[in-house]
């Protein structure tokens, strides 16, 4: 095909050779083709969609709620706890601490140790979150839901400058960001992958980090959730005046609506259970274990009376709020798990989940945009942009809630 052809040209010239060479035979609608058509019109596609998320939903928060309340809790903290307080050596020393945190405590994830809290936020709390989010996930991507999601939302995408496609990395990142920021090689042209790198990191919380906040904080999980989807508009369409480079079409495959093989699931599910256990485990009683470390020589006092004016100032939080901010560079459901062990308002508590949300991926994700921005061959031209968008998303975003809180009479 001649490549100085003009795209409108490209397309007629497709047209013609398509009916010079392929056959067409009429065939009587499936029922299942009956259902993949509604699923991506309009009328009926959207709400069929927020049926679907409703239903996630739902379902998310029941099985994370009856794992860990009902088998998860009782197991930490009537078992668990009680024995490694009494069998563990070192009492009163700053190894003790770390690894077990306050000797006194009757609960797991009030003792705050490596061993005591770390492991119930790992495997209590994030762990059935995971199972039954990759679950959900995993049914939508193998029953071919996915694709005509893409084709829905197409719309709404293309006017922050990205096709609906987009939708994928964006539905993988609410399992992790890692494999959601890698998922964005399948994009086409630099800008649309450097955008949807930068808007995943900032913007979506992983699955770790939603079962955190639906055990933790349930009555604001929702809301904070559309605040954040709506600084991901928002900033990408700012981000697509401000990006140079050009948005390709994409042409999306769409698969019959099939039923999901209950093999392929359970390997899904391993896989990725087994990959949060082997990565995300270890960040997460590292990051318990660097809190306590700050807390034991006196820096985390430095660093809260250092960052004081700008949290009380600009984002109208407490300086205890910082362990968490230093929980966050490690795992962000840490962090929301750290937020829960401060006295704080209803507003102030919404105002943290959201700072932590925005003002740095985990530790995984940076390595992610640093592997992804190589690939691309402009590794300080994506870690660059994504460090400016991402103080900027901090300081106006977050800024704005403050700013609304203070408007409404909540602040």
């Not at 009916?19 to 709400?47: H, K, R």
């Not at 998310?60 to 078992?79: E, I, N, S």
């Not at 601490?97 to 306050?102: A, K, L, S, Y």
Request: charged letters at 10%; hydrophobic letters at 55%; a negative charge.
């Amino acid at each position: 095909m001649d490549s100085q052809l003009d795209p409108a040209a490209r397309w007629d010239l497709v047209d013609e050779i398509a009916n010079q060479t392929v056959e067409y035979e009429t065939a009587e609608a499936s029922v299942a083709d009956e259902i993949g058509q509604l699923m991506v019109s309009p009328w009926t596609g959207f709400p069929f969609a927020i049926a679907v998320l409703y239903g996630m939903w739902g379902f998310f928060g029941a099985v994370a709620g009856f794992f860990t309340d009902g088998y998860f809790v009782p197991l930490f903290d009537q078992y668990w706890l009680p024995w490694l307080q009494e069998a563990f050596p070192f009492e009163g020393t700053w190894v003790y601490f770390i690894f077990v945190g306050d000797p006194a405590a009757t609960n797991s994830f009030e003792a705050f140790g490596m061993l005591t809290s770390g492991l119930f936020v790992a495997v209590g709390v994030v762990v059935p979150a995971l199972l039954a989010l990759y679950f959900i996930l995993s049914v939508l991507e193998d029953s071919g839901y996915i694709p005509r999601l893409a084709v829905l939302l197409d719309t709404f995408f293309h006017r922050i400058g990205l096709h609906g496609f987009a939708v994928v990395p964006m539905v993988l990142s609410f399992g992790c960001n890692v494999p959601g920021v890698e998922a964005t090689r399948s994009l086409e042209g630099e800008k649309q992958r450097f955008m949807m790198m930068t808007l995943l990191s900032v913007f979506i919380p992983c699955g770790a980090q939603l079962g955190v906040m639906l055990s933790l904080i349930p009555q604001y999980t929702g809301f904070i959730l559309l605040y954040l989807i709506a600084g991901f508009f928002v900033f990408g369409a700012a981000l697509n005046r401000v990006v140079s480079g050009s948005t390709p079409e994409f042409i999306v495959d769409i698969p019959p609506l099939r039923w999901p093989r209950p093999r392929q699931l359970g390997q899904k599910l391993t896989m990725r259970t087994r990959g949060f256990l082997t990565t995300g485990l270890p960040f997460v009683l590292v990051g318990v274990g660097v809190i306590n470390v700050l807390y034991v020589t006196d820096l985390m006092s430095a660093i809260a009376m250092a960052v004081q004016p700008v949290l009380t100032g600009w984002f109208g939080v407490p300086a205890d709020t910082v362990p968490a901010l230093v929980a966050g560079f490690m795992r962000k459901d840490l962090a929301v798990a750290q937020l829960s062990a401060i006295a704080l308002t209803p507003y102030e508590t919404v105002m943290s989940v959201i700072m932590i949300s925005i003002y740095f991926p985990c530790v995984a994700t940076f390595v992610m945009l640093i592997k992804e921005g190589r690939n691309s061959g402009g590794i300080t031209r994506v870690l660059l942009g994504s460090l400016a968008t991402l103080i900027a998303a901090l300081f106006v975003w977050g800024g704005l809630f403050h700013l609304l809180g203070i408007v409404m009479g909540v602040a």
